[in-house]
């Protein structure tokens, strides 16, 4: 039986966050699917983008994934901690052993909840201050016990990568993150 992963989604989330993660696992076989936060499955991304979840959060409340995945965006992730459903999700998934990830701005909502006490993590710059009790580490994505944690944008699909070393081990992870050239060297864009 392959291994779930919910993305979850409320209005204002980083789309590219959201795609790279849901791609980087998928690739690994992981039957990763998009949640909304709202009351239906319509959600809008922060740069507009309207989509349509796989799931809303009350239709997977009873029905728990290996992990769950929180993309950034600024408005997105105060809508999230704003969510008292979010909140329980992301408490049942660590009480049960289940993984919980968080990029960009989103590790805040984990710091905020204190679960990153004594953890070492990663935000987007200037979020750090908001990893409450968190050994902050200068890292695309950071796996500390259950919680991984990854810095923005530019990392989705490092961060999905780091889900799924977790998800389906590392020989996997590294055959996805070969397909994706994460083990390659690219020269910054120079104009």
């Known amino acids: 039986m392959s291994k779930t992963a919910y993305i979850i989604l409320a209005d204002g989330y980083e789309e590219t ?39 809303t959060i009350d239709e997977i409340r009873n029905h728990p994934a290996d992990a769950i995945a929180l993309p950034g965006g600024a408005t997105g992730t105060e809508n ?11 408490t049942a998934q ?22 990153l006490r004594g953890k070492r993590a990663t935000a987007y710059p200037g979020w750090e201050k908001y990893l409450e009790g968190a050994e902050v580490i200068d890292a695309e994505a950071v796996v500390d016990g259950q919680i991984i944690t990854a810095r923005g944008p530019r990392y989705c699909f490092a961060y999905g990568v780091a889900i799924l070393s977790q998800l389906e081990g590392s020989e996997t992870a590294a055959e996805v993150a070969h397909g994706l050239l994460l083990d390659e060297a690219v020269e910054p864009l120079k104009l």
């Open 94 to 115: 660590l009480e049960d052993g289940r993984l919980v990830g968080a990029m960009c701005a989103a590790p805040s909502v984990l710091g905020r909840m204190g679960v």
């Open 80 to 90: 999230l901690y704003q969510s008292e459903k979010v909140r329980e999700l992301i």
């Open 17 to 55: 966050e959201a795609m790279g993660a849901w791609d980087a696992l998928r690739r690994g076989g992981v039957e990763a699917s998009f949640v909304s936060i709202n009351e239906t499955a319509a959600v809008e991304g922060a740069h507009g983008l309207h989509f349509t979840a796989d799931h």
